[in-house]
Structures are given as structure tokens and as C-alpha cells.
């Protein structure tokens, strides 16, 4: 890659570098993690970067490596997960924000992870379902399907208490 | 739902771990990689078998392969231990020979480096009955020895890798089994993917070697037929490598750095792949040796699977040509159906590219092609 373009990618990723890591740390539930995805997703960006730079959405595309390599890991580290039934701890009704914030992580850390992907990206990231559609490579209408089969296992691992809001997820 | 979500939105990170740095490192090596490959691997299909680039063939390309391929019960081979492991091997011969390997292994590989020598042999892809003994049902098998003081890497997508380090402190997942040849010998479960299983043992004091059998389905039990592969290696057997090509004298720093040879028992005319890379002892910062030449069998003169349409001719071949100009450099030259190959080569940066008196043209013109396996030398 030409040095211009190198100084291109990487002030790009400097300024872009808190918001890749904050979703990587909300799709993993975990901020070293995160970290991990994010790492290998801006390794991927460079390879891609002639080609990003000329995206319509250069964000969205960035948003799109980060959430294959998510995905990706997800998928090739399958046979080591091993899967937890239990419901995250129920925080006491005087918990904490912080007691809250960590309910919540682990509930959404439990959402399988293209839904999760799906909650993310529109709810804590603010993309639209046609820019989730883009990103995950599939319709809009499954987005939506996905958003609501997200919040449901949201509302599921959270159980009916006043902790929980309501909402439609469209 | 939405709004209760919002709580994660400013959750506090630790300090960032991410190294910006090491993604550009990274990145160029891999475009490095892909560049060198665009060139010495152009539409051959064959390297995809080992699903890797360092891929390569057994003895004697063209002639049975020196194993005995049996479905009988394992039967332990004696052969001589050696008294001491070398401290390098030489790239352009062969350390090791198994004796021994399970039925249908038709595609060989070696792969030699000053710091490793490995042999790996693959059934043929594309369907294939299951053998009567499921411990047999493999979709490969590798044999991997390092020098004296190395270590013996995880695989990294079937491509070997040594380490010079301490070797005793690497054991995280073996338990203690009974000696190979007389030698200490440890269960390896760490290995690439499910289903596999790796026998180490030290061939030589503080030098070890490790055989690795990857099962195609979870059940069978694949120590015996490791143990079986393990116990008919034959060390210190120093054969030259035979090669399809030879090249012409280089300048004193780019030496032999590595050999990859593929060959097929099943095709033996068609169904190989050379490749030799040169250098003084040091990768690149990308991770490659600066000079790397292969050769395969393909007679087209046109691009196509995988290979770029060629852009110049050398004389009168159908030639493409690579001139890379950010970074280091390098250059890249194929040259399509010379002789019923294609011949790849391509340095690393400009300064290697320098190092060659008329450049990659005047190497090819330099090198003799023996397509046919019996002439290799």
C-alpha cells in the first residue's frame, strides 16, 4: 500500500478506534476480547482499504469486518464453547447501575450471536435495519425477525420483573 | 428493550490493548503473501490440497512412494536412534524417511528449513470410501522434526513451524506414554483441530520429533496408527531432495532457505509441485525468504484458474511480469507452458532483485526444467 494511503487507513482507524472497540466489547461481553476482534478486524480493513476508502458508508463497511470477524470467531471457536443454561444472576432491587450494566452484558453475552449482532448494531451502535441488513449480508426482513427473536431471548434471560422495559424491536 | 440496552452504551473500557502498529505489520505481510503467491502458486491447484503454501512431495516423485501403505495391525519397526540431532538440517535434503503410513495416503508432501523437515501425506480430494478400520479413516498424517533445541509449534492451518526455545517448558496438554525407539515419548492433545492426535518423543537428546494423525470423524482412537508411523521413521538418512528444475548459481547471500515438494502417487506425472526459496538465513520484515522459485506442470499459455493473463513474453513464452513499487519492492515473473510448466519466481524487495545479474529474466533463462519426475536430480 502507498504511504498515502497508509497515513489514510491510519488515521481512520485512530479516530474510529473507541467506537469499533465499544461494539466489539458489546458483542463479546468482554473488553480483551474485544480487542482480539478488533485487532484482527482493522489487520483485515488494511487489506481491504483500497476498497473501503471508496465505499458509499466507509463506517458501515468497517462495522461489517468487525462483525464477521465477531461472527467468524464465534463459528471456528464453536467446539470450545461450552454452553451455559443458567440464567445471568438476578441483581438484588437495590443493585447498582453497575449491577444493572453487568445483568445486561451477560444476558446479551447469552443472545446467540447473529441476533446479538443484530441488537447491537441497531440499539447500541444506531444503525438502521437497512444498514444491518448490509452489514450481515441478508434482508431486512431478517433483521427484523432477528431483532425480535433477540429481544425475546433478552426478555427470556431477564425474566418479567419491573427491571425490564418494554419494547417492540421495530 | 431499546432503552434498557442504552445502559451498556457508555459501560467503561479498560485501556485500549489494540496496536495499530501491528495491524500495519501484519497487513503488509500479508499482501507480501499474497503477492509471492500470486506469482509461484498462479493456478495451481494442487497446493490447495495441504491448505497451506509451504506444501510439497516425498522421495522420488514419479516412483511408488518408499512407504509399505497397509491396513494390518501396527507392528513396530526397530531403527537406529541417532546419538545426537543436528543443529540445522539442510533444506535441500532429506533428514527423515517413514516407513509406514495408512492406506490411500496418495499425496506427499515434504517441507525442509534450515530449523524443520516435514513429511505430510494426504488422501486424494473429492470423495473417497471409508477403509474398513476406522482408525485408518484419516484426512492426513504428518511427521515433524526439528533440530536440537527447537520447539515443535502448534500447527498453524497445516503449515509447520519451529521455534528455538526451551522445549521442556511446553507440555500444557501431553501425558507421558511408552518410549518411540527407547526414547521418552509424550500423548499430544493440543493439536490443530478435534479429532487429532500428536505422539512426540526425543529423537535425540533435547531434540524431538512428533507425529500427528488428523481423524476425519470424532470417535476412533488414532494412537496406534500414530505410534505404527512413528515407530518406522528413519533418521539421519541425508538424500538429496530431487528437484524438476535446477538454478543457475546465485550470489553467496541468497542460499537454500527451504524446499516444498508435492507429489502424487495417484498422478505422479501431473500431480507435483516444486518450489525453493533462497536466502541468507533471515525472513523478511514480512516474513518471506527474498528469492522464491516453483515449477508445476501446466501447458497452458493463457491465465485462467487462478493464474493472471500474461502481459510480455520471454523468449517466446507467454510470460506475466509483477513490479511491485511500494514498500520494498519486488518483483515477480511467470512464464506459462515452458515445456508443459509453469515457472514462477519473485524477490521480495528491490534489493534482492538487484542481487541478480540481468534480473528474474536472466534467472529463468539460466534454469533446466526436467518435467518428467524420473529426470529430477
Same mark, same amino acid.
Given at each position: 500500500?502507498?504511504?498515502?494511503?497508509?497515513?489514510?487507513?491510519?488515521?481512520?482507524?485512530?479516530?474510529?478506534?473507541?467506537?469499533?472497540?465499544?461494539?466489539?466489547?458489546?458483542?463479546?461481553?468482554?473488553?480483551?476480547?474485544?480487542?482480539?476482534?478488533?485487532?484482527?478486524?482493522?489487520?483485515?480493513?488494511?487489506?481491504?482499504?483500497?476498497?473501503?476508502?471508496?465505499?458509499?458508508?466507509?463506517?458501515?463497511?468497517?462495522?461489517?469486518?468487525?462483525?464477521?470477524?465477531?461472527?467468524?470467531?464465534?463459528?471456528?471457536?464453536?467446539?470450545?464453547?461450552?454452553?451455559?443454561?443458567?440464567?445471568?444472576?438476578?441483581?438484588?432491587?437495590?443493585?447498582?447501575?453497575?449491577?444493572?450494566?453487568?445483568?445486561?452484558?451477560?444476558? &446479551?453475552?447469552?443472545?446467540?450471536?447473529?441476533?446479538?449482532?443484530?441488537?447491537?448494531?441497531?440499539?447500541?451502535?444506531?444503525?438502521?435495519?437497512?444498514?444491518?441488513?448490509?452489514? &450481515?449480508?441478508?434482508?431486512?426482513?431478517?433483521?427484523?425477525?432477528?431483532?425480535?427473536?433477540?429481544?425475546?431471548?433478552?426478555?427470556?434471560?431477564?425474566?418479567?420483573?419491573?427491571?425490564?422495559?418494554?419494547?417492540?424491536?421495530? | 428493550?431499546?432503552?434498557?440496552?442504552?445502559?451498556?452504551?457508555?459501560?467503561?473500557?479498560?485501556?485500549?490493548?489494540?496496536?495499530?502498529?501491528?495491524?500495519?505489520?501484519?497487513?503488509?505481510?500479508?499482501?507480501?503473501?499474497?503477492?509471492?503467491?500470486?506469482?509461484?502458486?498462479?493456478?495451481?491447484?494442487?497446493?490447495?490440497?495441504?491448505?497451506?503454501?509451504?506444501?510439497?512431495?516425498?522421495?522420488?516423485?514419479?516412483?511408488?512412494?518408499?512407504?509399505?501403505?497397509?491396513?494390518?495391525?501396527?507392528?513396530?519397526?526397530?531403527?537406529?536412534?541417532?546419538?545426537?540431532?543436528?543443529?540445522?538440517?539442510?533444506?535441500?535434503?532429506?533428514?527423515?524417511?517413514?516407513?509406514?503410513?495408512?492406506?490411500?495416503?496418495?499425496?506427499?508432501?515434504?517441507?525442509?528449513?534450515?530449523?524443520?523437515?516435514?513429511?505430510?501425506?494426504?488422501?486424494?480430494?473429492?470423495?473417497?470410501?471409508?477403509?474398513?478400520?476406522?482408525?485408518?479413516?484419516?484426512?492426513?498424517?504428518?511427521?515433524?522434526?526439528?533440530?536440537?533445541?527447537?520447539?515443535?509449534?502448534?500447527?498453524?492451518?497445516?503449515?509447520?513451524?519451529?521455534?528455538?526455545?526451551?522445549? !521442556?517448558?511446553?507440555?500444557?496438554?501431553?501425558?507421558?506414554?511408552?518410549?518411540?525407539?527407547?526414547?521418552?515419548?509424550?500423548?499430544? !492433545?493440543?493439536?490443530?483441530?478435534?479429532?487429532?492426535?500428536?505422539?512426540?518423543?526425543?529423537?535425540?537428546?533435547?531434540?524431538?520429533?512428533?507425529?500427528?494423525?488428523?481423524?476425519?470423524?470424532?470417535?476412533?482412537?488414532?494412537?496406534?496408527?500414530?505410534?505404527?508411523?512413528?515407530?518406522?521413521?528413519?533418521?539421519?538418512?541425508?538424500?538429496?531432495?530431487?528437484?524438476?528444475?535446477?538454478?543457475?548459481?546465485?550470489?553467496?547471500?541468497?542460499?537454500?532457505?527451504?524446499?516444498?515438494?508435492? !507429489?502424487?502417487?495417484? !498422478?505422479?506425472?501431473?500431480?507435483?509441485?516444486?518450489?525453493?526459496?533462497?536466502?541468507?538465513?533471515?525472513?523478511?520484515?514480512?516474513?518471506?525468504?527474498?528469492?522464491?522459485?516453483?515449477?508445476?506442470?501446466?501447458?497452458?499459455?493463457?491465465?485462467?484458474?487462478?493464474?493472471?493473463?500474461?502481459?510480455?513474453?520471454?523468449?517466446?513464452?507467454?510470460?506475466?511480469?509483477?513490479?511491485?513499487?511500494?514498500?520494498?519492492?519486488?518483483?515477480?515473473?511467470?512464464?506459462?507452458?515452458?515445456?508443459?510448466?509453469?515457472?514462477?519466481?519473485?524477490?521480495?524487495?528491490?534489493?534482492?532483485?538487484?542481487?541478480?545479474?540481468?534480473?528474474?529474466?536472466?534467472?529463468?533463462?539460466?534454469?533446466?526444467?526436467?518435467?518428467?519426475?524420473?529426470?529430477?536430480?
Amino acid at each position: 500500500m502507498r504511504a498515502e494511503l497508509e497515513r489514510e487507513y491510519v488515521e481512520y482507524v485512530k479516530a474510529r478506534l473507541p467506537v469499533l472497540r465499544r461494539v466489539a466489547y458489546q458483542l463479546t461481553g468482554d473488553a480483551h476480547r474485544g480487542d482480539d476482534v478488533v485487532q484482527q478486524a482493522i489487520t483485515r480493513l488494511y487489506l481491504k482499504w483500497k476498497r473501503a476508502r471508496e465505499a458509499d458508508n466507509l463506517d458501515a463497511y468497517a462495522h461489517t469486518v468487525l462483525v464477521r470477524v465477531f461472527l467468524d470467531e464465534k463459528r471456528l471457536s464453536w467446539s470450545r464453547v461450552r454452553l451455559v443454561g443458567a440464567v445471568p444472576e438476578r441483581p438484588s432491587p437495590a443493585s447498582t447501575a453497575v449491577e444493572d450494566r453487568a445483568v445486561l452484558r451477560a444476558a &446479551l453475552a447469552q443472545v446467540p450471536p447473529r441476533q446479538r449482532a443484530v441488537l447491537v448494531l441497531r440499539f447500541l451502535a444506531d444503525r438502521s435495519v437497512d444498514e444491518v441488513a448490509g452489514i &450481515l449480508g441478508c434482508t431486512t426482513g431478517t433483521v427484523k425477525s432477528q431483532t425480535s427473536h433477540g429481544l425475546a431471548s433478552m426478555r427470556r434471560l431477564l425474566g418479567n420483573g419491573a427491571f425490564v422495559s418494554t419494547g417492540t424491536g421495530e | 428493550m431499546e432503552r434498557l440496552l442504552d445502559a451498556l452504551r457508555d459501560d467503561p473500557l479498560p485501556p485500549s490493548a489494540v496496536d495499530i502498529e501491528r495491524a500495519l505489520t501484519d497487513g503488509r505481510r500479508s499482501v507480501r503473501r499474497r503477492r509471492m503467491a500470486s506469482v509461484v502458486a498462479a493456478g495451481c491447484a494442487v497446493l490447495a490440497v495441504a491448505g497451506g503454501v509451504s506444501v510439497a512431495g516425498l522421495p522420488n516423485a514419479g516412483t511408488p512412494p518408499a512407504v509399505e501403505q497397509s491396513t494390518a495391525a501396527p507392528t513396530p519397526t526397530a531403527t537406529p536412534t541417532p546419538s545426537r540431532a543436528p543443529a540445522s538440517f539442510d533444506p535441500t535434503r532429506r533428514y527423515a524417511t517413514v516407513g509406514w503410513l495408512p492406506a490411500g495416503m496418495t499425496q506427499l508432501h515434504t517441507l525442509t528449513g534450515t530449523d524443520q523437515f516435514s513429511l505430510r501425506a494426504d488422501p486424494p480430494a473429492g470423495p473417497k470410501d471409508a477403509p474398513s478400520d476406522p482408525a485408518q479413516d484419516v484426512s492426513y498424517v504428518m511427521l515433524r522434526i526439528v533440530p536440537t533445541g527447537y520447539d515443535i509449534r502448534p500447527l498453524d492451518h497445516g503449515v509447520p513451524f519451529a521455534r528455538k526455545e526451551a522445549v !521442556t517448558t511446553k507440555w500444557p496438554a501431553e501425558t507421558e506414554t511408552e518410549p518411540v525407539h527407547g526414547r521418552r515419548a509424550r500423548w499430544n !492433545t493440543n493439536v490443530a483441530a478435534a479429532n487429532g492426535i500428536g505422539l512426540r518423543w526425543e529423537y535425540a537428546p533435547d531434540a524431538w520429533a512428533e507425529v500427528l494423525v488428523q481423524g476425519r470423524a470424532a470417535g476412533p482412537d488414532h494412537r496406534a496408527t500414530a505410534r505404527r508411523i512413528a515407530e518406522s521413521v528413519r533418521y539421519g538418512v541425508d538424500e538429496p531432495i530431487p528437484l524438476p528444475f535446477r538454478v543457475p548459481p546465485l550470489p553467496g547471500t541468497l542460499r537454500p532457505m527451504s524446499v516444498s515438494l508435492h !507429489t502424487s502417487t495417484a !498422478t505422479p506425472r501431473a500431480g507435483w509441485n516444486a518450489g525453493i526459496s533462497y536466502g541468507d538465513g533471515k525472513r523478511s520484515a514480512n516474513g518471506e525468504w527474498p528469492l522464491a522459485v516453483r515449477a508445476f506442470p501446466r501447458s497452458s499459455q493463457t491465465g485462467g484458474g487462478g493464474a493472471g493473463e500474461p502481459n510480455t513474453t520471454i523468449d517466446g513464452h507467454a510470460a506475466r511480469r509483477w513490479d511491485w513499487t511500494d514498500a520494498d519492492g519486488g518483483e515477480g515473473l511467470g512464464i506459462y507452458g515452458v515445456k508443459g510448466l509453469y515457472v514462477g519466481l519473485v524477490t521480495d524487495d528491490d534489493t534482492t532483485t538487484r542481487q541478480l545479474p540481468g534480473g528474474l529474466g536472466q534467472l529463468f533463462r539460466g534454469m533446466e526444467l526436467y518435467p518428467d519426475p524420473r529426470d529430477w536430480r
